[in-house]
């Protein structure tokens, strides 16, 4: 499976717009809007590539997702 990072925003500014403010990334399957921590994110929220996760792109990041993303990588 393919991952990406889905951003859950701050505040009540729709994503897209210029308002738009990232609170935490998540990671999930690449297209879909349920994380793995289990949150449901907006399907036009921004994403990146799986890649860019650990990096400064990605922070902050969500612990939940990381720590499951990271257990999947090494199992
Ligand atoms: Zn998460």
Redesign the pocket.
Known sequence: MEYELRAEYAGQAPPGSSEARVALW??TGVGETL???R?RLDPAAWTQPSSAWGTDAADPF?P??GVKYLRMNVG
């Open positions: 998540h990671m994380t793995l921590c949150r969500c939940d997702c």
